[in-house]
């Protein structure tokens, strides 16, 4: 009997320490998320990088949205394994934000680029990012292409003459253990890049 009562205390005290573990880190992602839209607001009122935290290797760089699917999120530099834990992320082998070419960006499959399982040919995604004349832009893409792939196929994410903005993320989407393949989002540009914003002023 005591013997039971004592593994079913284990059991209780694991539980709970799972659950606290999982609400901490939940916390910790809202807090997160919070920081690094403080931290593109402030990049848009300033016309410089700001960092969402002090000891972050990592500043946000975009917003993507994609209308239909009601997704809206900021985009940071640098997808290190670090840095995709908080948000979608520029992969460094794509072109640098703004400069033509092919813009890569990454996201986990669990979480912010999830709603991409939803995404559809021709659906519209804007992109706005900041230049360093404090100008903010806005560039509509269009959905042309879409490909599950071998992790090994990186023929869309090769330079291109042409804009492009490729989003990638692990594949099948969801927590399962596995994620052998590799789902890629092509989009091209819908329109001329736009200057919205000069020094902060809304149009």
């Given amino acids: 009997m005591r013997f039971r009562r004592a593994c079913a205390a284990l059991v209780l005290i694991a539980g709970t320490c799972l659950c606290s573990r999982a609400l901490y880190l939940r916390a910790k992602a809202e807090l997160a998320g919070i920081l690094i839209r403080r931290a593109w607001t402030h990049s848009l009122e300033t016309g410089q990088p700001h960092a969402p935290w002090s000891w972050a290797d ?47 960006l990454a996201g986990h499959r669990t979480s912010w680029f999830k709603p991409l399982q939803g ?9 706005d990012w900041f230049d360093s004349h404090r100008r903010l832009h806005q560039r509509t893409y269009t959905v042309n ?15 291109t003459s042409e804009d492009a903005l490729t989003l990638i993320t692990c594949y099948p989407f969801g927590h399962g253990l596995g994620s052998p393949q590799r789902f890629i989002v092509r989009a091209t540009p819908l329109e001329e890049n736009r200057v919205a914003r000069n020094n902060g002023s809304t149009k």
């Fill in 58 to 104: 990592t500043h946000p760089i975009a917003r993507l949205q994609i209308s239909r699917l009601g997704y809206d999120e900021i985009v940071l530099e640098n997808a290190s394994p670090r840095n995709l834990a908080f948000g979608p992320a520029r992969l460094l082998s794509g072109v640098q934000i703004g400069e033509p070419g092919n813009l890569v």
């Fill in 119 to 127: 995404i559809a040919q021709n659906d519209s995604i804007q992109l």
């Fill in 145 to 159: 292409e879409i490909r599950v792939v071998d992790p090994q196929d990186v023929a869309l994410l090769a330079p």
